[in-house]
């Protein structure tokens, strides 16, 4: 019988951006209506969709060996699992995302402290109430099934702690941030004891390898170009490769080809400059992995 790893994919918000990252990372996951555990092209790997809330009990249990989840689920469960890597990656930007403590934009509560004897909505319960008790505030913490930031404007709470990207949400409602708690990014993360056992732990690196090389490829773009060897050290003088260009003669000719690596925020003002120092015939191309 072929030796498995059960890999937790996470439901919810993040679950087809994980599914389009294993895609580009050579994992098809095929989600089937109501069923749980989707189809996958390695048959290594078992799948099972769960919520990332809950990601981390199961993979600490031993009913995963492996999964896709948030460092703030890790912490809010207070989980005994093994971090393997972190995949920043998510539906909206590929910044880290942000547990605020937010209050509405008329309120007078300005610090921590001002907070003492007051109510908190928020679906990360159990890390809201350590983080007030370790600063000796005393509040009252209740669990927020959803529009968290409505429980302020209708009056229902005096501050929410909620997860942010681009403050987008809170704003539209008028809230005002007092403090950022935390910083969370997608982790794969492993069972202790799947982790030691050497087939699975192969197998969970070649999964962070390959997650990996497949988000630092997003950044990045090959461009192509000829350029004379009279010019090729103009050229190549502005080239903000990864290392050094690659460079080839031209059959029969006294022209080079260049070929780099290079960031894609860098391309829209380094190709005007390549033209003016002489390089032709640039082609500019998408990565898909990238392994250093």
């Not at 009913?63 to 890597?85: P, R």
């Not at 997650?211 to 490829?217: I, N, P, Q, R, T």
Request: glycine residues 6%; charged residues 25%.
């Amino acid at each position: 019988m072929t030796d498995t790893l059960k890999l937790g994919v996470p439901k919810g918000s993040l679950q087809n951006a994980t599914i389009e990252l294993f895609k580009r990372s050579g994992w098809k996951i095929n989600v089937h209506s109501r069923n749980y555990f989707p189809d996958i092209n390695d048959a290594e790997i078992n799948c099972a969709i769960c919520r990332a809330q809950e990601m981390s009990i199961y993979v600490e249990n031993g009913t995963l060996d492996a999964g896709l989840t948030g460092k703030d689920w890790i912490a809010e469960n207070q989980s005994e699992v093994h971090v393997v890597t972190d995949l920043v990656y998510s539906k909206v930007s590929s910044r880290p995302a942000r547990w605020v403590l937010a209050v509405a934009g008329d309120s007078p509560v300005k610090t921590l402290e001002d907070l003492q004897g007051k109510k908190i909505a928020t679906e990360m319960v159990g890390f809201t109430k350590r983080y007030f008790e370790e600063r000796g505030i005393d509040v009252e913490v209740e669990f927020s099934w959803g529009a968290t930031e409505a429980k302020v404007v209708s009056g229902l709470a005096d501050a929410i702690v909620e997860v942010t990207e681009t403050e987008s949400t809170i704003r539209a409602h008028g809230l005002r941030i007092i403090k950022e708690l935390m910083q969370t990014n997608t982790q794969l993360i492993a069972n202790k004891k799947a982790w030691e056992d050497p087939f699975k732990r192969k197998k969970i690196n070649q999964l962070a390898m390959m997650l990996k090389s497949a988000l630092v490829a997003e950044n990045l773009v090959g461009l192509k170009m000829n350029v004379a060897e009279e010019k090729a050290d103009d050229v190549i003088a502005i080239l903000p490769s990864l290392n050094a260009p690659t460079v080839s003669h031209l059959y029969k000719s006294a022209w080079l080809s260049v070929e780099i690596v290079v960031d894609v925020s860098v391309v829209r003002d380094l190709i005007p400059q390549l033209l003016e120092k002489g390089a032709e015939g640039i082609v500019e191309y998408s990565l898909n992995k990238v392994i250093f």
